[in-house]
């Protein structure tokens, strides 16, 4: 089965995901090898485009994605009815897809107000409100009669490094994307046209971002569990659960928490909350190597108090070469022939008097607290 029927049969399981688990073991490597095309450099190529489009359309029909009745068991398992996403995918599942007479009439809306957005360029004038405005609310209405279309695509890299959420944004964004530059006139349906785009964007995203190895189906459900139970145990306990808490908590080995944390690594946001009553974030447990302590406040405020009495021991000339060379006053270390030129002398002359200056300051050091910091 060459690629071309590869992304012909993809697109006919798109909406019977049912189907496709039915013959996972069939179809396991035909799904694999189209996975792996549409991730390669070239999956943007116009040629390679116009060929899934013109296969797409012939399997393309009618049949809604029910990504509630795929999703919303597992994810209620997991997270339970409040969950965001499974309040997310009972939001979308309420939202009818687009039949294609609908689809071309908001298309022409929508074309009609790129139209007059470059009319009132050219004139340099203000363009028409309400066609504006019209064309907007229908962009809305594809966007909104889609939003299944890229969860339907979207559940299909699940175990790839992304979290579904993060799959979901990017396909959104490769959605949005493909309203841009849809033209209703080539003939195309937009689901069919626009999985071309969300596939690209997930793609991308799993490229930048992710993991290059594929988890086998088996330990998908896994790691999600396994992730979903990280975060109670963070949420709980204040810190990073380790992988025997985790096994203890999931019934498995220590091993295999290892072997799956390794291939699926999770990305925590610093807004998290953790702590027993949530009354603290994540953020608020990593520690910022660069924040200084009112110790170290002091300290600084008084190492510059006593170094700027003992240059006053030092001539005017010898301050201000100090001064810029060890950048004591802008922060900026200068170097001796920017500093000659600044004085008027040689590179050489500058040197010598920075000699003689660090001189003074070490004899002054050590009879003075200087020599604290010093040591």
Known sequence: MDIKEDITMAIFYRDKPEALFEHDSQFSD????????????????????LEFLEDAEEAEDDEEPDVERDLLPSLMAEHGVEDSMTMYLHEIGRIPLLRAE???RLAHIIERGKQEQERARLLHIQPDQHIIEQAQ????????ANLRLVVSVAKKYMGRGLSLQDLIQEGNTGLMSALEKFDVNKG?????????????????????????????????????RMHKVQQQLLQALGHEPSPEEIAERLQT????VREVLKV????????????????????????????????????????????????????????????????????????????GKELHVSRERA?????????????????????????
Not at 137 to 144: D, P, T
Not at 191 to 210: C, L, V
């Open 253 to 256: 080995s220590p091993e295999k």
């Open 188 to 224: 195309y349906r937009f689901s069919t046209f626009a999985t071309w785009s969300i596939r690209q964007a997930i793609g991308r995203a799993i490229a930048n971002h992710a993991r290059t190895i594929r988890l086998p189906v088996h330990l998908v459900e896994f790691a999600n």
């Open 30 to 49: 035909e799904l694999q090898t189209v996975d792996e095309a549409l991730l390669a450099d070239d999956i943007a190529e116009e040629s390679a485009e």
């Open 351 to 375: 040197r010598q008097i920075e000699t003689k200056a660090i001189h003074k300051l070490r004899y002054l050091g050590q009879r003075t607290s200087l020599q604290d910091y010093l040591n």
């Open 102 to 104: 609908e689809e071309r």
């Open 264 to 339: 699926s690594p999770q990305t925590l946001s610093l807004e998290m909350p953790v702590g027993e009553d949530n009354d603290h974030s994540l953020g608020d447990l990593v520690e910022d190597d660069g924040l200084q302590t009112p110790v170290d406040i002091v300290s600084r405020d008084l190492l510059k108090k006593q170094i700027d009495e003992v240059l006053q021991y030092l001539t005017e000339r010898e301050r201000l070469i100090i001064s810029m060379r060890y950048g004591l006053s802008d922060g900026r270390s200068h170097t001796l022939e920017e500093i």
């Open 137 to 144: 609310q229908a962009k809305g209405h594809f966007i909104e």
